[in-house]
């Protein structure tokens, strides 16, 4: 098994159980985060609420908003300033944060966003940029509790060291279940200095700046312009493209069917995965943590020997995309996840269970990319 991913642990230290929203706030906060502001929806709230029990004790402060466009709005504010600030919701909230992440995103603001997502539906919102112009965000997709506290940090980590925005791709049971974790300050070394700042200090000195999306300076400061400021930010995307792509993978080497999952699914993949390895099947795994950048030569590298390339998502398919554009042809991808859900909505469904993922590895495995799959099961409460 492999992994290219490299970020440091938190020094060993007493763990505790903690519900994941508790565990991402507490990360947040030792990561540096000060200020949030959100809006309550389920699966998100609790992440808000841990945000404001414990935000004021760090010196920060936590707003309940009016509504998604008021929290995203006071985030820039607080952005503007250096501060290490953040927003979240679910996918549905963060539908209304577009033009606003957008904007952000061309202003060269450090925003960090949660999105506690209701299934995995959000894929095309989080990886294509769902506001205007030619910007993505980092998306990092962790698959548990423990991940999610050490992504939280580092994503305010890469946040401050590009100046762009971090998503953080969660889902119901990261935000609900509870896992023994040790949340402490991880070092991942230092970040250049915030010269753009809009903190006060150079009022009246007549050296005060900007922060514009269109690259405009104060009268008679220098300032890039428009164009040339938007092309120095598909620049800098081709480098985080080059530099920050994070993924996890397992026995493709020989693999004649390789799985590629993210998130929590991709937990539940990884454990079916192993088990069939100890049976003789010859199946291996792919797992995205970043979602932007995408590991496509990862994906590439594992569809070199492989007969069949299966994607398992919980939604119609929407990642199988990419899959498709890094196998670039070398083997036939098929999608073996789908719709699958509860009485809410929220994507904990009868799918998200190892032996029906077992049952639909194995059809791919054995029969080729045209095996008839086992139906879908139905949440017959939902």
Same mark, same amino acid.
């Given at each position: 098994?492999?992994?290219?991913?490299?970020?440091?642990?938190?020094?060993?230290?007493?763990?505790?159980?903690?519900?994941?929203?508790?565990? =991402?706030?507490?990360?947040?906060?030792?990561?540096?985060?000060?200020?949030?502001?959100?809006?309550?929806?389920?699966?998100?709230?609790?992440?808000?609420?841990?945000?404001?029990?414990?935000?004021?004790?760090?010196?920060?402060?936590?707003? +309940?908003?009016?509504?998604?466009?008021?929290?995203?709005?006071?985030?820039?504010?607080?952005?503007?300033?250096?501060?290490?600030?953040?927003?979240?919701?679910?996918?549905?909230?963060?539908?209304?944060?577009?033009?606003?992440?957008?904007?952000?995103?061309?202003?060269?603001?450090?925003?960090?966003?949660?999105?506690?997502? $209701?299934?995995?539906?959000?894929?095309?919102?989080?990886?294509?940029?769902?506001?205007?112009? /030619?910007?993505? &965000? =980092?998306?990092?997709?962790?698959?548990? =509790?423990?991940?999610?506290?050490?992504?939280?940090?580092?994503?305010?980590?890469?946040?401050?060291?590009?100046?762009?925005?971090?998503?953080?791709?969660?889902?119901?049971?990261?935000? &609900?279940?509870?896992?023994?974790?040790?949340?402490?300050?991880?070092?991942?070394?230092?970040?250049?200095?915030? &010269?753009?700042?809009? /903190?006060?200090?150079?009022?009246?000195?007549?050296?005060?700046?900007?922060?514009?999306?269109?690259?405009?300076?104060?009268?008679?400061?220098?300032?890039?312009?428009?164009?040339?400021?938007?092309? +120095?930010?598909?620049? @800098?995307?081709?480098?985080?493209? $080059? $530099?920050?792509?994070?993924?996890?993978?397992?026995?493709? /080497?020989?693999?004649?069917?390789?799985?590629?999952?993210?998130?929590?699914?991709?937990?539940?993949?990884?454990?079916?995965?192993?088990?069939?390895?100890?049976?003789?099947? @010859?199946?291996?795994?792919?797992?995205?943590?970043?979602?932007?950048?995408?590991?496509?030569?990862?994906?590439?590298?594992?569809?070199?020997?492989?007969?069949?390339?299966?994607?398992?998502?919980?939604?119609?398919?929407?990642?199988? /995309?990419?899959?498709?554009?890094?196998?670039?042809?070398?083997?036939?991808?098929?999608?073996?996840?789908? =719709?699958?859900?509860?009485?809410?909505?929220?994507?904990?469904?009868?799918?998200?269970?190892?032996?029906?993922?077992?049952?639909?590895?194995?059809?791919?495995?054995?029969?080729?990319?045209?095996?008839?799959?086992?139906?879908?099961?139905?949440?017959?409460?939902?």
């Amino acid at each position: 098994m492999t992994t290219t991913t490299e970020s440091p642990r938190p020094a060993a230290s007493s763990r505790r159980l903690m519900e994941g929203a508790e565990a =991402i706030a507490t990360a947040a906060i030792a990561a540096g985060c000060r200020f949030f502001a959100g809006y309550p929806m389920t699966p998100f709230t609790e992440v808000l609420e841990h945000f404001a029990r414990l935000l004021p004790d760090a010196g920060g402060v936590c707003i +309940n908003a009016e509504s998604e466009l008021e929290a995203v709005g006071m985030a820039w504010g607080a952005l503007a300033t250096g501060a290490r600030a953040a927003t979240g919701s679910t996918g549905q909230g963060l539908s209304l944060m577009q033009e606003s992440f957008a904007e952000i995103t061309l202003a060269e603001l450090p925003l960090v966003v949660f999105n506690m997502a $209701r299934s995995q539906g959000d894929y095309f919102q989080a990886t294509r940029g769902g506001g205007h112009g /030619d910007y993505r &965000h =980092i998306v990092l997709a962790p698959m548990d =509790i423990a991940e999610a506290a050490e992504l939280t940090q580092l994503a305010f980590h890469l946040a401050d060291m590009w100046r762009h925005p971090v998503l953080v791709y969660g889902d119901y049971l990261t935000a &609900h279940m509870q896992e023994a974790v040790s949340v402490e300050r991880i070092e991942f070394g230092e970040v250049p200095a915030k &010269h753009w700042a809009l /903190d006060g200090t150079l009022g009246g000195t007549g050296r005060s700046g900007i922060v514009s999306p269109l690259g405009f300076g104060k009268l008679g400061q220098p300032a890039p312009g428009i164009e040339r400021h938007l092309r +120095n930010i598909v620049a @800098k995307q081709r480098e985080i493209e $080059r $530099r920050e792509v994070r993924v996890e993978s397992g026995w493709v /080497d020989d693999a004649e069917t390789v799985v590629v999952a993210f998130g929590t699914p991709a937990k539940f993949v990884r454990y079916v995965v192993k088990r069939l390895r100890a049976e003789g099947e @010859k199946v291996g795994y792919v797992r995205p943590i970043t979602l932007w950048p995408f590991p496509y030569d990862a994906v590439a590298g594992a569809a070199a020997a492989a007969r069949t390339v299966a994607t398992f998502e919980l939604c119609a398919g929407q990642m199988v /995309d990419d899959v498709r554009l890094g196998v670039a042809g070398r083997a036939p991808v098929v999608t073996i996840g789908g =719709i699958s859900t509860d009485g809410s909505g929220f994507g904990v469904g009868p799918l998200l269970d190892a032996e029906i993922i077992r049952e639909r590895v194995l059809a791919v495995h054995r029969g080729g990319p045209d095996a008839d799959l086992p139906p879908l099961p139905l949440n017959d409460r939902a």
